[in-house]
């Protein structure tokens, strides 16, 4: 069993930054693969970026290439997303997910899941 919970979130203008955190409790961490996703009112869940077990590998969506990373520090069971140059359109509850596999995580299928945090951008 993993428990997650995300901290972080906030209001900020155009342009600003913020930075997500993910705490987890639970065993064998640095086994998952890790995720942030988000969701917008009236949207589907998307998958923003994730984080193989080692951090030796990432991948982001287009729309947040060259202004979000996601880390990990395994010896204190974090995961991390740094958000710069954020735009409107970044407003949403974002989560925080892990599954010890890549392919469901990424279908938003992961085994376990935050509870959010909510992210507003104003212009």
């Known amino acids: 069993q993993v428990q997650l919970v995300e901290s972080g979130g906030g209001s900020v203008q155009a342009g600003g930054s913020l930075r997500l955190s993910c705490a987890a409790s639970?065993?064998?961490?640095?086994?998952?693969?890790m995720g942030w996703f988000r969701q917008a009112p009236g949207k589907e869940r998307e998958l923003v970026a994730d984080i193989n077990w080692s951090g030796a590998w990432t991948y982001y969506a287009d729309s947040v290439k060259g202004r979000f990373t996601i880390s990990r520090d395994n010896s204190k069971n974090t995961v991390s997303l740094q958000m710069n140059s954020l735009k409107p359109e970044d407003t949403a509850v974002y989560f925080c997910?892990?599954?010890?596999?890549?392919?469901?995580?990424?279908?938003?299928?992961?085994?376990?899941w935050g509870q959010g945090t909510q992210v507003t951008v104003s212009s």
């Open positions: 997910a892990a599954d010890k596999l890549t392919a469901r995580l990424r279908a938003a299928a992961g085994d376990y």
């Open positions: 639970g065993r064998a961490f640095s086994i998952y693969h």
